[in-house]
Structures are given as structure tokens and as C-alpha cells.
RNA sequence: GGCCCGUUCGUCUAUCGGCUAGGACACAGCCCUCUCAAGGCUGAGAGAUGGGUUCGAUUCCCAUACGGGCUACCA
């Protein structure tokens, strides 16, 4: 793996917390820590928590969980989401006070009406950005008329501006990759590093994520919520994979990866100029993706996790029915249901199914299979296939004459598993019990 | 309105002046097949428009159009 020796870089993610992590702002947290993990550089994690009726302690937590979620740690920030520590704005009002009063004293800070304006350089500014280039702002038409802007408001608060950059300097981070919306101010905040005799560090403006129809997306927007997609059964290596591939791209065609391989590609010039479609269709393969090359252990732990009774059963019988699932389930929210028969009691049955399944043509097959699995010697997919073909041989029917009386009678479901195994799985007791219950002997 | 960024199949993208424009998702068809999937094969599908520069432009430059962002005593 590259970049394993450790390097001077050092990245933030300073969201503010309003109720729940955005998947824009999980990606801007992704590609930051990328660049760290990348890089062998840190990650540090700052609340901007300045906004007291919104960042609630739950509104902290649900972002903190988001980030753990998706296995984005920190190498330096908040140890819960309680407002404690260096690492929340609330918590740093005199650190910013003092440097006000430095650019106040160095004469480029005033009062007007109450609030402090800093004294905005006049002309055009040139930006170096790792994405976009040079971008040259020119002053806007606001700007010709009153370029300072307000760095402390007349309730004594810091603005945003003024905190994000003296927060950056203070934690000596290199890298800032955030949002291009950011683009624009980014004009303000190195005026401020300057006034502070302060490197600016190198900006990297990311493109933004767009809903599917192209609009800007936001927090109330359909899959915008991390949560909903954690709650839908993604597993979070498929949430990195696919975010990662929004803006940028390892540019070999690779597409399903590891945390680690794109670890190993991540970079900062591949990293595209324009804004991203988010687009559902292609999280779910991605997920599918991840969800069927899962450990099993692993796949144990998130079907409990989606509800899927396992309790008190037998590991062994649990993992053979699982792994017969595995390559079928699309989301971990559809395992419970596809699951059922091999967990539940009274696992749910499709009527209209049974109907066509249970033809009396049909019937009288699948009595014949009843005797002949009650026979088979091993009972095993392999030898329970054999044995259902020549039985479909010679009663001189097609398979499915017999395969879906039998899907039927262990399943309930028109759709499931692969019946051979789930046949093996179930043992023989139960598909015989199975079949004769169907066949309305038990 | 002003300022900034962007524009390759429906979507995510490859292409760093030579392109019969490649891949993936989605879509259609076929094959495989115990259901549904998966898998295999095939197909349809793109360089916004107009000017330059060049032997040659998707690639470089300019305009226009369209999209996005910013323009707060929000972050």
C-alpha cells in the first residue's frame, strides 16, 4: 500500500451539524480523508457548531455516527458530541476574539455599526486551485461598493469566514478540499491568511453533487441522507466505493474497489472539473456488488443487524442458509423477507403461487419426489438434482413440473434461493415434512 | 443583475492533437438455466452550438447557449 511513511499533510472536515450527515458533505469528508490516508498525512475533524438552534447534541452525534459509519476516523478532533475540547467552534470564542483584535490592531479590521469589517484588498484576486487552475475573481458589483465584509457580527459573533480561516491556521492544515460552492470565498479567506502573515494553504475545490435531474441537491432531497441510505441495507464499504467514483475516478476503469484501492489511487489531479449526477441505480449495484463478496461472519452480523431472526439457531445451519442468499439479495433491507422460510415459523406465503405450483398433475410428481428424497442417500444439492431429473425423466414431465410444487413446499415463494440448496440446507426432516404438508398429508 | 466554475452515450466516466470516441450502470435481444438473479454474448446510445488555431480538433483559443455555484451581520 502507498503512502504508509508519514508526510506534512494535513486535512480538515468542518461540517456543521444540522440533524443528519449529507451525502455531500460524507463525500467532502471522504475525499479529505482519501487525500490523508493517501498521503500518510492526518485528518482532523472540527465541529462548526456555531449555529446553537441548529447543532444540537443529537444533530453532533448523528454526524459522528455518519463518519464512523463509514469507517472515515480522525486522527485528531471531537472524542464524542459533546461540545468539549478544541475541536468545536462554540468552544474556541476566545481564540477568535484574539485574533480579531490582532487584525484590529494591525489596522485591517474596523467597527462600522456595531459589527467589525475587514479590509478586503480592492482588486481582483487570483486563486490557485488544485482543481481549477488559476481562477481569477474579479470584484463584483456588491464588492465595488463596500469590499469589507463582516468578520464579527453586532451580537459579537464570528462569522464564518473569519472562524474557518483562523481555525485552518491555527491547526496548520495544508490542504483544504471542500465544496466548490466554497470557490467563490475562498477569495476572502486567503485575503485573511494574508492579513495574518500566514502561507494560505492549497485549495482544492471538489465538484458538488447533483440530484438526478441535475438540480443542486439538498438536505431534503430524496437519498440525501446518509442515514437513509445505512437504514435501506447498504453496507459502508459500498457508500465510499460509489461517492469516490462521483468527481473523480482511477482512470483504468475500475470501478468496484476496495477501501484500500482506492486508498492506494486517490489523488488529488484525477479529481474532475464538473458537477455529479448522484445516481441511485448505480449505489445499488455498487452495493451488490460489495454485499455478495462479504465474509460470511460479516454477512451474519449485518443480517441480524437487518432483523433477520437468528437468534438461538445453529451458526452451522445459519451460515449455509445465508450463503445460499448472499448472491441473490441486492440489499440487506430485502434479506429478512427472501430469508424467511429457512428462519420463521409462519414465514409468509404467495397464495396465487401456491395455486399454479400445485397443479394435481403436479402433485402426483412431487408425491413421487417425496419417496424418492425419502430414499436418496445423501442428501446433498448435487444428488437431490439427480434424483429430481430422473424422476421428471421418468414420469416424462419437464423439471419444472416438479420444481415448483418443491419450491413451493419449502419455500412459499415464488422466488428464492437455489432450490437444490435450499433443499440441502433445510435437511431432509423438513423438506419431507415440507412436502407433505403441501400435499396436505401432515 | 454582477462574479466564478463547468459542458463526451439517459447517468458515472476514459481520452493529456491522429478516434472505427473505450468502460460501467440502466435499457433491449440472445445464450445458459431449478425460480429469481448472476454470468456470457450482442445491440442501441455521446463530443452543446458557432467561429478560429492547426496538415489534422472531443482534445487548444474565443463567442453564444445551457447547467451549477457565489453574490448575507448563513455555514
Known amino acids: 500500500m502507498a503512502g504508509i511513511e508519514s508526510s506534512d499533510v494535513c486535512v480538515r472536515f468542518a461540517p456543521s ?12 469528508a471522504l475525499f479529505n480523508w482519501l487525500y490523508a490516508r493517501h498521503t500518510g498525512g492526518k485528518f482532523v475533524l472540527r ?23 463509514l469507517g472515515l476516523d480522525w486522527d485528531e478532533g471531537p472524542a464524542g458530541s459533546v461540545p468539549e475540547g478544541d475541536f468545536f467552534q462554540s468552544q474556541r470564542s476566545g481564540i477568535y476574539a484574539r485574533r ?13 455599526e456595531g459589527a467589525i469589517r475587514f479590509r478586503m484588498p480592492r482588486e481582483a484576486v487570483m486563486i490557485p486551485d488544485l482543481i481549477c487552475g488559476e481562477v481569477v475573481r474579479e470584484l463584483t458589483d456588491r464588492e465595488q461598493e463596500q469590499p469589507d465584509f463582516v468578520i464579527v457580527r453586532s451580537d459579537g459573533k464570528p462569522v464564518f469566514h473569519l472562524v474557518n480561516v483562523v481555525d485552518d491556521m491555527e491547526m496548520g492544515i495544508t490542504h483544504v478540499i471542500r465544496g466548490e460552492d466554497h470557490l467563490s470565498n475562498t477569495a476572502k479567506h486567503m485575503a485573511l491568511f494574508r492579513a495574518f502573515d500566514i502561507e494560505p494553504p492549497k485549495f482544492a475545490h471538489i465538484p458538488l453533487i447533483l440530484n438526478a435531474n441535475g438540480s443542486k441537491m439538498s438536505k431534503r432531497d430524496e437519498g440525501a441522507s446518509l442515514e437513509a441510505w445505512q437504514q435501506a441495507g447498504f453496507v459502508p464499504e459500498a ?12 482512470k483504468d476503469d475500475s470501478e468496484v474497489m ?11 489531479p484525477q479529481i474532475n472539473r464538473a458537477n455529479a449526477r448522484f445516481d ?9 456488488e460489495h454485499l455478495r463478496e462479504l465474509p460470511l461472519e460479516r454477512y451474519r452480523a449485518l443480517a441480524e443487524e437487518a432483523g433477520v431472526g437468528l437468534e438461538g439457531k445453529d451458526v452451522e445451519y445459519v451460515d449455509a442458509a445465508l450463503s445460499t442468499c448472499q448472491e441473490k439479495v441486492k440489499q440487506l433491507s430485502d434479506l429478512r423477507a427472501f430469508s424467511a422460510f429457512y428462519f420463521e415459523d409462519d414465514y409468509p406465503v404467495d397464495e396465487i403461487f401456491g395455486e399454479k405450483a400445485m397443479t394435481p398433475e403436479n402433485r402426483a410428481a412431487l408425491a413421487e419426489l417425496r419417496d424418492k ?6 442428501f446433498d444439492a448435487e444428488s437431490l438434482e439427480r434424483c429430481l431429473k430422473s424422476v421428471a425423466e421418468r414420469l416424462e414431465v419437464k423439471v419444472r413440473v416438479l420444481v415448483q ?16 440448496h435450499l433443499m440441502s440446507v433445510l435437511g431432509r426432516g423438513e423438506v419431507l415434512a415440507r412436502f407433505d404438508r403441501a400435499l396436505g398429508k401432515a
Open 405 to 420: 410444487p418443491a419450491r413451493f413446499a419449502c419455500t412459499g415463494q415464488k422466488v428464492g434461493p437455489s432450490l437444490y
Open 17 to 28: 451539524p444540522t440533524g443528519y450527515l449529507h451525502i455531500g458533505g460524507a463525500r467532502t
Open 239 to 250: 457508500v465510499v466505493n460509489y461517492l469516490s467514483l462521483l468527481g473523480w475516478s482511477p
Open 100 to 112: 480579531v483584535e490582532e487584525l484590529r490592531k494591525k489596522g485591517m479590521a474596523y467597527e462600522d
Open 258 to 268: 476496495t477501501v484500500s484501492e482506492i486508498i492506494e489511487r486517490f489523488d488529488l
Open 280 to 288: 441511485a441505480e448505480k449505489m445499488q449495484w455498487v452495493n451488490y
Open 373 to 378: 428424497y425419502a430414499a436418496v442417500k445423501i
Open 47 to 69: 465541529i462548526e457548531d456555531t449555529d446553537a438552534q441548529r447543532n444540537t447534541p443529537e444533530a453532533i452525534a448523528a454526524l459522528i455516527s455518519g463518519l464512523r459509519w
